[in-house]
C-alpha cells in the first residue's frame, strides 16, 4: 500500500515524468522481466523503476552473481527506492546519458534492459537517443523490453515508437495483452541492435 501512495503521490506531483497513473500490475511485470537472465552472474539495467513494482519481478529472476542497476530520473523515486528496496543499485539520472552513466558504474554491457517509461511523453528525437543508447549497451544476444498499453497501439504515436524499434533493432517481437492491468498492456522485447 506503501508504494501505491508514493506512486500516486510522485504522479500527482509531476504526471509528466511518472507518465502512470498507478504502477504496473505483478502479471506485466513478470511479463517484462521475463528476458532477465537466470544463470550466471548478468548485469540487467532498468530504465523508469518508479516505485519497484518491476524490480521486485527482476529481483525474482536475477541470480545471486547478477547485477540490478535502476536509473530513476524523479529524486522522490530514487529516495523511495533506496529507503524501500536497499538490494538495488540505484543511479539518479536521465536514460538519454545510459551509456555513460553506466560506464562511470564500471558497467561495459548489459544482458538485459527492462523499461517502464512513459514513451508517449517522450518528443521523438529524446525516444530515439534512449533507443539508441540502450542498443549502445546490450551485450550479443542481451535483450530489450518495454511496456505498449493495448488501448494506445493504433495511435500515431504508437505507430511511430514500433517503426522506431524496427529501425533500431534487427528482431521487435510484441507478446500478448495482459489484461490483468490497469490499462491492459502488451510488452515489445527487442533483440540484436542495428548498428
Known sequence: MEEYRTFVARAWRDPATVGAVIPSSPVLAREIAS????AGSPVVVELGPGTGALSSAVAERLPAGGRHIALELDPGMVEHLRTNMPQLEVIEGDATDLGRILREAGVES???V????PWSLFPGESQ???LSEVGGVLAPGGAFTTIAYALALGSTGARLFRR???RG???VVMTRTVWRNMPPARTYIC???VS
Open 128 to 130: 530515439g537517443r534512449i
Open 191 to 193: 533483440r540484436r541492435p
Open 110 to 112: 548489459v544482458d538485459a
Open 114 to 117: 527492462v523499461s517502464g517509461l
Open 164 to 166: 522506431r524499434l524496427e
Open 35 to 38: 528476458i532477465v537472465p537466470t
Open 169 to 171: 533493432f534487427d528482431e
